[in-house]
């Protein structure tokens, strides 16, 4: 009997231990970042004020906001098909089965890399510095993170596909064409289809941030609202936005799980 309370009681000591260290972590944590929580906890009424204010919808403001969510849509197709486009050559460049040339493939992972590190935000707030306030900042960014996001999930697929094929081509004197399109792309092309429209779910969330800060689209109106302190108009982007994003992840959910 005591030989077993002894190991119970020190696993409770050890997850004490544990607990002790991650209050402290985030004590520490929020001192150093400036988080005040009695603040944050204090001011809950004011949420309330606005969740009341959010509660009653402006349903007139509805015809507003039909060409801005279009526009974001369209924002997120172009930029997802310009970034799949280019994923394509560039992740069988990438796949090292495909790219034997380790020091080839290297650099285009290193780039690769480089591109997945910078957040969508970010790269939108640059592309409209570049080329102005407007859709095009946003098609560009949203086009630039789906060539990162793709090309990686792509050349990791191509890298698993079945190496038979591809020895039977290159035996039979194929050239490295031939093997990617009979031997590569038949294996993967559902996959990438696949990612296609995985991307294509993140992009139209994405592209509705992106708006935000001038990259077109419909949060250009939600940054609007807010600063205007219209919470009911707010309300009606958020419902518009929420519903727009549930119709297209339902759609693109059903043709994933056909494609794969």
Known sequence: MTTQTLPKRSGLWKNVLWLAIFVIVLYVSGSISGVDMPSFF???GQMNVILKKMARPDWAYVPIIVEPILQTIQMAIVGTTFGAIVAL??????????????LISGVFRFVLNIIRTIPDLMMAALFVAVVGIGPVAGVISISVFSFGMITKLFYESI?????GPIEAITASGGSKFDIIRYA?????????LSYLLYAFEINIRASTILGYIGAGGIGVFLQRSLSQFRYDQT??????IFAVVLVIDTISNRLRERLL
């Open 42 to 44: 204090g001011n809950m």
């Open 89 to 102: 050559p560039f992740s069988l460049l990438a796949a090292r089965n495909i790219m034997t040339n380790t």
């Open 184 to 192: 590569v792309m038949p294996q993967v092309m559902s996959h990438f």
């Open 159 to 163: 890298e698993t596909i079945d190496e």
């Open 235 to 240: 309300s009606v982007i958020v419902l518009v």
